[in-house]
């Protein structure tokens, strides 16, 4: 696809479930970054890969949230054991550049919005 | 530390100009702006680098002080199409710390 693909949309859980959130980056991105967007706010950094390494994870909340991208492709951002506070938009985003670069603009998908009950 | 916008909301009529404020309590390398409408994703505007350099974008343009750790968003003519809410962020791309966010809605 020509943008960022992100599934589900929409996922509403009940409190304890795991869920796992999905993100299709543009093909050829090498940076993919997760971000939560809670309601009325900004985004707030999750984690960074740079193909398939990890690079930082510091905005993780807790270690209930985990995410992979195995094949340095498409992404996964688990949630276990999910708690209300988690109720939030997840933005999934890739880019072309990669460390050295000094800029980069940010391709944003449309997000998961996961409403915990 | 998140950057600072202001205003928190404006209200324009369409042909009218705008500025949006963004401030850092952090020395400033870049600053990033995007605009995000309701229900979908940020959508990038431009990155300003430590320079003090304006750019541009349409008819939006930015420009960055470093000494003062500030950024300003100008929007001019405004356009219906321009309503949604912006974003300033901080940081290098890999990690971009957003601002507080202004809202910006262009009536006719």
């Known amino acids: 696809g020509a943008g960022v693909s992100q599934s589900p949309r929409y996922k509403v859980a009940k409190r304890g479930q795991d869920v796992a959130l999905r993100c299709d980056p543009i093909?050829?991105?090498?940076?993919l970054f997760w971000y939560q967007q809670a309601l009325g706010q900004g985004p707030e950094f999750l984690t960074y890969?740079?193909?398939?390494?990890?690079?930082?994870k510091s905005g993780l909340p807790s270690d209930r949230f985990f995410a992979e991208r195995p094949e340095g492709s498409v992404s996964t951002l688990k949630i276990q054991r999910t708690q209300q506070e988690d109720s939030a938009v997840y933005l999934c985003?890739?880019?072309?550049?990669?460390?050295?670069?000094?800029?980069?603009?940010?391709?944003f998908g449309e997000g998961s919005r996961l409403t915990v009950l | 530390q998140q950057p600072v916008q202001s205003p928190q909301a404006v209200i324009l009529r369409e042909g009218e100009d705008a500025v949006i404020n963004c401030s850092s309590s952090?020395?400033?390398?870049?600053v990033h702006w995007y605009r995000q409408k309701h229900g979908e994703a940020p959508v990038f505007l431009m990155i300003l680098l430590k320079g003090g350099e304006q750019k541009g974008h349409d008819k939006i343009s930015a420009s960055f002080n470093e000494k003062k750790q500030q950024s300003s968003l100008y929007l001019t003519a405004s356009q219906l199409s321009y309503s949604g809410t912006y974003f300033c962020g901080t940081g290098g791309y890999q990690k971009v710390t957003f601002g507080t966010g202004t809202k910006l809605q262009v009536i006719p």
């Open positions: 890969f740079q193909n398939e390494a990890q690079l930082d």
């Open positions: 093909s050829g991105h090498v940076s």
């Open positions: 952090k020395a400033l390398y870049s």
């Open positions: 985003a890739s880019s072309l550049a990669k460390s050295g670069s000094s800029s980069g603009e940010l391709f």
